[in-house]
């Protein structure tokens, strides 16, 4: 596909792997539409000081408000939405808000893309809709099982973007990444919650240290997402974007204590331990429609991108608050 003058847009163009596909889609050729979430100070999140800034159109508004949304993604041809509140923990307690933005928004999304005719709508699942596996490796048809109220809402908005495609034939193609890290990503999430505590000593401090995850550097990530929006083979398809390689949280600890030349001490911190029921206890992808169909493969190993990771967080690591509970 030449993406060069295609009409795009991003929604969640402020986070961390909207704000590397932006910038993808930029590097490409697109004209790049990138919805970012209202601020009073007028900021873009981590577009405000992207090199990329003056190459894009950005649209400050809330996923959630029908009207922001008509309004980004007029005379767009692809949508990528990526917009969603993330963070399993919070979810606990404000599961509410997890409806609005993830259920609520993305019907505001296709309904928007149906009435406005675009081409096609990129829809940002998660292998959290997985729970724990059930068998290995993690097929798309494998069983869906909320743990968590995000996983809940996630599954909600899936359904959705499957039901559009199905009651109106919306072209729809929905991406399901597996545990995206890299440089932006919060402390909210494990990799830079390890990382920054290593810097910062020889104590890390974590919950949960037996369930295995399938890492996948951003920028193969966003790879997956480019391949699904040019792919006509997609639509009405969810498509597993991993790396097919498992590692627990606490080997994960000792790769990056490796990378850095520490020895590091894992201690258990209750508050961050997740109720027991509602703890995924091992992802590992099924990577190989996306093999097959897009012609996807992971680039960065494990290795590779978390030594990548760490040195862009040493260089931002005041940005970071080591050691404290980011829910």
């Known amino acids: 596909m030449n993406w060069n003058g295609t009409r795009v847009l991003v929604t ?11 910038e993808k889609l930029v590097d490409m050729g ?6 970012v979430h209202y ?3 007028g900021s873009w999140g981590w577009l405000e000081h992207s090199p990329h800034k003056d190459k894009l159109e950005a649209i400050a508004g809330d996923i959630n408000d029908r009207d922001s949304v008509l309004q980004a993604m007029r005379d767009v041809e692809i949508v990528f939405h990526l917009a969603a509140l993330i963070a399993i923990p919070y979810s606990y307690h404000a599961p509410l808000s997890y409806v609005r933005t993830n259920v609520e928004g993305t019907l505001n999304v296709l309904q928007a893309a149906r009435e406005l005719g675009v081409e096609r709508v990129v829809h940002t699942s998660t292998s959290e809709v997985y729970g724990t596996a059930r068998r290995v490796p993690i097929e798309e048809i494998h069983p869906l099982q909320a743990q968590s109220p995000y996983a809940a809402t996630k599954i909600a908005a899936d359904k959705l973007a499957e039901a559009f495609h199905l009651s109106y034939g919306l072209p729809v193609v929905t991406v399901r990444p597996f545990n995206a890290f890299g440089p932006r990503q919060s402390s909210r999430a494990v990799v830079p919650t390890i990382i920054t505590q290593c810097l910062n000593g020889g104590v890390v401090r974590l919950g949960n240290v037996d369930p295995t995850r399938d890492l996948s550097y951003v920028t193969d990530i966003v790879e997956g997402f480019v391949r699904a929006a040019a792919s006509p083979a997609a639509i009405g398809l969810t498509i597993n974007i991993g790396s097919g390689r498992e590692i627990s949280i606490r080997d994960l600890v000792s790769v990056i204590g490796r990378l850095l030349g520490r020895s590091i001490v894992i201690e258990t911190e209750e508050r961050r331990v997740r109720p027991e029921k509602s703890e995924v206890e091992r992802l590992l992808a099924d990577n190989s429609v996306s093999r097959e169909m897009l012609g996807w493969a992971p680039r960065v190993s494990l290795e590779e991108g ?3 990771t760490i040195e862009w967080i040493k260089e931002h690591l005041n940005g970071y608050r080591p050691g404290a509970y980011v829910v």
């Open 30 to 35: 697109a004209r790049t539409r990138a919805l």
């Open 39 to 41: 601020r009073a100070d």
């Open 12 to 22: 969640g163009a402020g986070g961390f792997i909207g704000s590397h596909l932006t």
């Open 306 to 308: 978390l030594q990548l």
